[in-house]
């Protein structure tokens, strides 16, 4: 069965600073991964999606890196600002179509 | 702003209470789906629909059922629920439901069951 896990469940960094928040998972087996960004009582905004044959993708001061041999990615998130405070969330795809979710990094940047 | 529209966003109602959750998306998508959040966790799947038909249901009880009248719209009634149904209920929408297409998510609703 896939698990999913996000490590640190919660980060507090100064606005300016460069981070990373970690996502594993147990099944290699996957057609894809996606960040996602929660803010508190909203909706889930998709950030990046990574197919399963792609090793990163960028979009703007994100980054998001897939080493599916491993079962792990990364989110790189540069130059960090007060407006990136948020849950971050990542997901896989599996072999039925379905999400299957991290629990989340709560992050929040100091200004 | 969402491109994916939830109605209403927050929601009050009784155990005996009837009420419904509505969906809209006008991208053409051809996949909805319902998600139930509680605090500080994840969603969780509960019910997919694939070209207007139910493709997957998640053991969902019976007094949540979902209908989805066209391709734009999706709805969730609602009918004798518990206390512990209070939750943030979350629709998404993708392009028809296969690998690798992003789902996009509305806003919420949030249920207080009373």
């Known amino acids: 069965k896939q698990e999913v896990t996000q490590i640190p469940a919660a980060l507090s960094v100064p606005e300016g600073e460069n981070l990373v928040l970690n996502c594993s998972f147990t099944d290699s087996a996957i057609y894809n991964l996606q960040w996602f960004r929660q803010d508190p009582g909203k909706g889930l905004t998709s950030l990046l999606l990574?197919?399963?044959s792609q090793r990163e993708q960028t979009s703007g001061r994100l980054n998001a890196s897939l080493d599916k041999s491993s079962g792990r990615s990364t989110l790189y998130i540069a130059a960090s600002q007060p407006g990136d405070s948020a849950t971050y969330l990542c997901a896989v795809e599996d072999s039925n179509y379905q999400l299957i979710w991290g629990a989340g990094t709560k992050l929040i940047i100091k200004p | 702003d969402t491109e994916v529209t939830q109605t209403p966003k927050h929601l009050v109602m009784g155990m005996t209470n009837k009420k419904s959750l509505k969906c809209e998306q006008h991208?053409?998508?051809?996949?909805m789906y319902w998600y139930k959040q509680k605090a500080k966790k994840p969603p969780e799947l509960m019910f997919v629909y694939s070209y207007e038909k139910l493709s997957i249901n998640e053991s969902v009880p019976s007094r949540f059922s979902p209908e989805c009248p066209n391709s734009s719209l999706l709805n969730l009634h609602l009918h004798a629920l518990q206390p512990e149904d209070s939750a943030l209920y979350l629709c998404?929408?993708?392009?028809?439901?296969?690998?690798?297409?992003?789902?996009?998510f509305g806003d919420g609703t949030r249920l207080s069951i009373l």
């Open positions: 998404a929408s993708s392009q028809s439901g296969g690998v690798g297409q992003p789902q996009h």
């Open positions: 991208m053409g998508h051809r996949a």
């Open positions: 990574i197919q399963s």
